[in-house]
């Protein structure tokens, strides 16, 4: 069982705009944690998507954006496109300076 | 190009011990924390252990605090992981990682190596 709560699937149709939520605690994303997010194609190493909450990285399209409120944070696909099909991660760290993941998320686009 | 390339990987029996290597190049090693991830086949990621620049931070999951020992060569610009007593459920495809800075604390990871896949069975 993870410590991050992400929902297991989330569909869209192209085009559409979907959200992933990423559940934590007051011992990690409530203390005041950054939330990072990775893309994960099968056979391929993960890819940093969004950083420290909200930023993205270079390369990145502004199709996907990230937020966080309180113990929770979401990533945010718009334009929903056939390449987003993929595992989708959160990550932060907790008060002992633990990282943590959620379990992941998979986006099937319909 | 920022590279990060694992090795040592195989099949072990249960109880035994296996050392990983991660060989980086394309950026000054010891300006960054790193990290090793891990992920169970089918399953989701595991963050392992972190080890800041210079060594004096090192942090483990409870899942291998005991058994798993991270260090550093900054002279060789290389990661390793020692495992010992190593058990069934430590079978995963282990991932070198990058944090942004030279401290482990609230790291996130880029860039990642392409894995070393660890079986642990009898």
């Known amino acids: 069982q993870s410590v991050l709560t992400q929902p297991p699937s989330v569909s869209g149709a192209p085009g559409q705009r979907i959200t992933i939520s990423c559940t934590g605690s007051s011992s990690n994303i409530g203390a005041g944690s950054d939330v990072h997010w990775y893309q994960h194609l099968p056979g391929t190493a993960p890819k940093l998507l969004i950083y420290a909450d909200t930023h993205r990285p270079s390369g990145v399209p502004d199709r996907f954006s990230g937020s966080k409120s309180g113990t929770s944070a979401s990533l945010a696909i718009t334009g929903l496109q056939a390449e987003d099909e993929a595992d989708y991660y959160c990550q932060s760290f907790d008060s002992n300076m633990r990282g943590v993941f959620g379990g992941g998320t998979k986006v099937t686009v319909l | ?122």
């Open chain 2, 1 to 122: 190009e920022v590279q990060l390339v694992e090795s040592g990987g195989g099949l072990i029996q249960p109880g035994r011990s296996l050392r990983l290597s991660c060989a980086a190049s394309g950026f000054i090693f010891h300006d960054y924390a790193m990290h090793w991830v891990r992920q169970v086949p089918g399953k989701g990621l595991e963050w392992v252990s972190g080890i800041s620049w210079n060594s004096d931070r090192i942090v483990y999951a409870d899942s291998v605090k005991g058994r798993f020992t991270i260090s550093r060569d900054n002279a060789k610009n290389s990661l390793h992981l020692q495992m010992n007593s190593l058990k069934t459920e430590d079978t995963a495809l282990y991932y070198c990682t990058r944090g942004p800075t030279v401290t482990i604390e609230y790291n996130w990871f880029d860039p990642w190596g392409q894995g070393t896949l660890v079986t642990v069975s009898s």
